[in-house]
């Protein structure tokens, strides 16, 4: 018999609280679901990070009581906090990553020692915008720029992983963050603070402010180009990285059919609004070659993002293959760029021509 949300709700509102009260009287839980295998998990908000770091109690209560349902083969419970006090109690990793931004009087800023900022964006997950931003990086770097990529998807960071890295950045003054440095590329993410499988679960104003800390906290050293590679959509990162830095441009990644394009508009229209000018469309997955028999396929469609960027009369920047090699390159650590085979030359044009253009 499998659990219903009822269920779950009524076990938790019978779990008290020490002040009085209980989990659901007090609005404590957030995000709540259930999946077709029979595993709840859930979140308790407590209102301060001081409460939550007492409600330890009551958090494994809560877990002991929606296990004893018939039909839940498994409960997940995590304590976090809201609040300006400070940093939910499981989630900031020991560099002390996630603290509420700071106020900024003046315009959009600099950031000393670089060059140029570019911002890798989509309107949507799903069409490679971090794999392009990771071997653009390595491209740029092999044609003897100063690179740095910034992994600004908190939520879903990828960058180590492609990158080939699993140190851990330093701090040893407790105040700049020391970078990683894979394949001539300096890199910062939050994948690198973080175990494989945890998860960021932060309000708003704790994701602005660690990309705050991401960029202003972390010792650049002096670099030709900073690369962003932008979480997908239009939210909170996005706007916060166009109203507070001085970013060079955005480069927006689509792969070639019609769901993809009317996403990649929307990005296109908030990178306008944000007065950040937009360098050029990429079409990724753009062909795919049979490695049988050489036929020539185009499973997204072909030229959907040339013809769109000739309608915004926006430079396109170049289209990109399919194929196994870059998933495979991307999953061991080397990405494609590194080589000189059909995606490593797509990649080695696309550098040049940002080199040429005075975009990097």
């Known amino acids: 018999m499998a659990v219903s949300r009822e269920d779950v709700v009524k076990a938790l509102g019978a779990v008290s609280l020490p002040d009085g009260g209980n989990l659901v009287s007090n609005d404590l839980v957030r995000a709540l679901t259930l999946d077709s295998s029979g595993r709840v998990s859930f979140v308790l908000e407590a209102p301060t990070p001081e409460a939550a770091r007492a409600m330890e109690p009551v958090r494994q209560a809560a877990e002991a009581a929606v296990a004893r349902l018939d039909g839940v083969q498994g409960v997940s419970v995590v304590l976090t906090a809201h609040g300006p006090a400070g940093a939910p109690a499981s989630a900031p990793p020991s560099l002390k990553m996630g603290r509420h931004p700071t106020p900024q009087s003046s315009g959009p800023?600099?950031?000393?020692?670089?060059?140029?900022?570019?911002?890798?964006?989509?309107?949507?997950?799903?069409v490679g915008k971090s794999t392009v931003s990771a071997n653009l990086a390595v491209a740029l770097a092999r044609q003897g720029r100063k690179v740095g990529l910034l992994d600004a998807d908190i939520y879903g960071p990828s960058q180590p992983r492609m990158m080939g890295t699993t140190a851990r950045?330093?701090?040893?003054?407790?105040?700049?963050?020391?970078?990683?440095?894979?394949?001539?590329?300096?890199?910062?993410?939050?994948?690198?603070?973080l175990k494989e499988a945890e998860a960021v679960i932060w309000r708003g104003p704790m994701l602005?402010?660690?990309?705050?800390?991401?960029?202003?906290?972390?010792?650049?050293?002096?670099?030709?180009?900073?690369?962003?590679?932008?979480?997908?959509?239009?939210?909170?990162?996005?706007?916060?990285?166009?109203?507070?830095?001085?970013?060079?441009?955005?480069i927006v990644v689509s792969t070639p059919q019609d769901v993809a394009l009317i996403d990649a508009r929307r990005a296109i229209n908030m990178f306008g609004k944000l007065n950040v000018p937009v360098l050029g469309l990429i079409e990724n997955m753009s062909t795919y070659i049979c490695p049988s028999c050489g036929h020539e396929a185009h499973l997204f469609g072909h030229g959907g993002v040339m013809a769109e960027a000739e309608t915004l009369k926006v430079p396109f920047l170049g289209a990109l293959p399919l194929e196994l090699e870059t998933r495979l390159a991307g999953d061991a650590g080397a990405p494609v760029a590194l080589g000189d085979g059909t995606a490593g030359a797509a990649y080695a044009d696309l550098a040049r021509r940002l080199i040429g253009g005075g975009m990097a």
């Open 109 to 126: 800023a600099s950031i000393s020692g670089i060059g140029r900022i570019l911002a890798v964006g989509s309107g949507k997950g799903g």
């Open 169 to 193: 950045p330093g701090s040893p003054d407790g105040k700049k963050i020391e970078p990683l440095r894979a394949h001539g590329v300096t890199l910062m993410s939050m994948g690198s603070l």
């Open 208 to 250: 602005m402010g660690a990309l705050q800390q991401m960029l202003g906290d972390v010792n650049w050293g002096t670099l030709d180009v900073l690369i962003i590679d932008l979480p997908p959509g239009t939210g909170d990162v996005q706007l916060t990285l166009g109203q507070r830095y001085k970013l060079t441009g955005a």
